[in-house]
């Protein structure tokens, strides 16, 4: 199979972690007789530094025209860096929200999956971890809240600020039916979280949700109000397989499920559009404190890349491999830095990356 990926290397640890993510794509291809050829684009501070903007409209142009985006991460330490001299339309921030804009990702998936190897990390009691977990969040991007009319006003010398959360049933729909689809890769149950109780646009979220699962009939549907998923998700996270959500509770819940996992390094994301194309990256950030120094942990980014296969390249079995793969290296005891417990082998970024290349089978 022959695909087009645009990297976006971005800044502090990107480039890193990025190359890592691209040698085990590059050892999927040789086992598995695909090719994939690379345009490399510039994205925030590293094309401030170039175009003196963080997004050029050539990189939209070119990031459209590949088949998915694998990103590492951008942004420096807003202190020190001149590029956050620069006003906030300019800044490297404002580069990925545009890009995503410019790319209509709609909605964004954050998996959060606890490794047993990693089990001290995850802040849960041994009893309430049982087995583990492995759900996806699977949240509306570009609608809701954060998007509504908003102004803040004054009356009779009061100030008072509006915010509108207003959803209409074509952006219920499409993002129902993404996450349906997902919960049929994985074990197909959708938890559709709302506040039914109080709110119309949650009224008619859960009417939507019911009318798309009608097209799903071997994906098993629940509702559940937000506060209670809140709960439900440090009382019982191993009951949840895909979290559909709007955008403000996804917000939160996804923050809340992946600090669950207790390890930043590992955590990957996607953002997809109507058609299979999608943006991937870790849902770190740059970590310039690490910078350059061969410790950050590339697995996030590598896992990203295997969400990208199998959502945007439709290649389930190469993906799995690559998850495998990074269970065994796992398994086997190697460990970057900030994942590091005693009588594990400690290595660095280039060599996590070699294992789990190694370990594709
Ligand atoms: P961060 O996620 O970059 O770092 C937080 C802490 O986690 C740091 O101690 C860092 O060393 C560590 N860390 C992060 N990723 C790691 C990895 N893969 N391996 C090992 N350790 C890792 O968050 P921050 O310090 O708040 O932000 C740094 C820069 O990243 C800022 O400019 C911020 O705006 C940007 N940022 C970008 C994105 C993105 O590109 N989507 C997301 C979040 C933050």
Not at 79 to 102: C, H, I, N
Not at 136 to 164: C, H, M, P, Q, S
Not at 180 to 196: C, L, M
Not at 312 to 328: G, H, I, P, R, Y
Request: aromatic share 6%; net charge negative; proline share 4%.
């Amino acid at each position: 199979m022959e695909q087009k990926i645009a990297l976006i290397p971005g800044d502090g640890i990107g480039p890193e972690i990025v190359r890592e993510a691209k040698k085990i794509l590059d050892k999927v291809c040789e086992k598995y007789g695909h090719s994939f050829t690379y345009t490399e684009l510039l994205l925030g501070g590293a094309s401030i530094d170039v175009h003196g903007v963080p997004l050029t409209d050539e990189t939209i142009e070119e990031a459209k025209k590949a088949d998915a985006v694998l990103m590492g991460s951008i942004g420096g330490d807003a202190k020190t860096s001149p590029w956050y001299q620069l006003e906030p339309s300019k800044r490297p921030e404002a580069g990925l929200l545009k890009l995503r804009k410019s790319l209509n990702l709609f909605a964004n998936l954050r998996p959060a999956y606890l490794y047993q190897e990693l089990k001290e990390a995850c802040p849960l009691k041994e009893e309430i971890i049982g087995d583990g977990f492995d759900m996806v969040i699977v949240r509306e991007l570009t609608g809701g809240l954060y998007f509504g009319e908003r102004k803040t006003i004054e009356e009779n010398g009061v100030k008072k600020a509006i915010d509108t959360l207003t959803y209409n049933e074509k952006e219920i729909e499409r993002i129902a039916r993404k996450a349906f689809e997902i919960a049929g890769k994985r074990r197909k149950k959708v938890t559709s979280v709302d506040k039914a109780n109080v709110l119309d646009s949650s009224r008619l979220w859960r009417s939507v949700v019911e009318e798309v699962a009608k097209e799903y009939p071997q994906i098993t549907l629940e509702h559940m109000l937000v506060d209670n998923c809140a709960m439900q998700l440090v009382k019982n996270p191993g009951q949840f397989d895909v979290i559909l959500t709007e955008n403000m509770f996804g917000d939160i819940l996804s923050d809340e499920a992946s600090m669950v996992t207790g390890s930043i390094g590992m955590l990957s994301s996607a953002s997809l559009n109507e058609t299979s194309f999608g943006l991937y990256e870790p849902s770190h950030g740059s970590a310039p404190d690490i910078a350059g120094e061969n410790k950050a942990n590339p697995i996030a980014t590598i896992l990203s890349a295997a969400m990208m296969l199998r959502y945007s390249l439709n290649l389930d079995q190469e993906a799995d491999a690559v998850e495998k793969a990074v269970q065994t290296v796992l398994t086997q005891g190697y460990r970057t830095p900030d994942i590091m417990s005693e009588g594990c082998t400690c290595v660095g970024t280039r060599e996590m990356g070699d294992k789990i290349a190694e370990a594709i089978d």
